[in-house]
């Protein structure tokens, strides 16, 4: 069984990444590739400050077959948050394919995308998921009386119950099913680099959303 080792920056998408990579893995056929725990890096701020050190321990780990970061761009550019951080990669430990993917606002705008299979009976958003200033507030507003959103309790059940095709309305989140099959490529065929390609300045791999 091969692994992909995420990196996440915080509780949610600690319960929430295996589910999704999961979900996108199965729904190409593919059960053969294992997603753990992923590294939990308590925080934007800790994954920046410490991205190399989270690299290193993912790659580090007898399991790991390949890498990837997930992080909120709340409201930075994300290529240039991805290019930035692929740049720190690139000189560092690598032993195995890395990919970095930054999602355009927030994890929360492609659970907005998928609304209607998250939340039947609620009307879907008018409008780009990613181009909401505050997913989590928006998500807040849709839940039933007495309810809050909440990223620890309820990241994971909606991710469960995310609708790939919906969600790829937001650019972000295909450019996670992009990041996703340049690691299963790398896994297929012993190889390793980083994606985005540290050499690309433009298509679909040189960066996660619009910045």
Not at 20 to 32: E, F, I, M, N, S
Request: charged fraction near 25%.
């Amino acid at each position: 069984m091969r692994t992909i080792i995420p990196i996440v920056e915080g509780q949610g998408e600690v319960t929430a990444v295996p589910v999704l990579l999961r979900k996108l893995l199965w729904a190409q056929g593919v059960y053969d590739v294992a997603i753990p725990r992923p590294i939990n890096a308590h925080g934007s701020g800790g994954l920046a400050r410490r991205l190399e050190r989270f690299v290193e321990l993912a790659q580090r780990d007898p399991r790991c077959d390949g890498v990837m970061v997930v992080q909120d761009g709340e409201g930075e550019c994300p290529k240039e948050l991805a290019r930035g951080y692929v740049a720190r990669v690139r000189d560092s430990f690598l032993k195995h394919p890395v990919a970095v993917v930054i999602a355009r606002c927030m994890y929360e705008a492609w659970l907005v995308a998928s609304v209607p299979t998250i939340m039947p009976g609620v009307a879907p958003l008018e409008g780009d998921p990613e181009a909401l200033g505050d997913p989590k507030a928006w998500l807040d507003a849709q839940m039933r009386p007495g309810r809050a959103y909440k990223e620890t309790t309820d990241q994971e059940s909606m991710t469960a119950d995310l609708d790939p095709e919906l969600a790829r309305t937001c650019r972000s989140f295909r450019r996670l099913e992009s990041a996703l099959d340049f690691l299963l490529d790398c896994i297929r065929t012993d190889k390793t680099g980083i994606s985005p390609d540290p050499s690309a300045t433009s298509g679909k791999d040189a960066g996660s959303g619009s910045g």
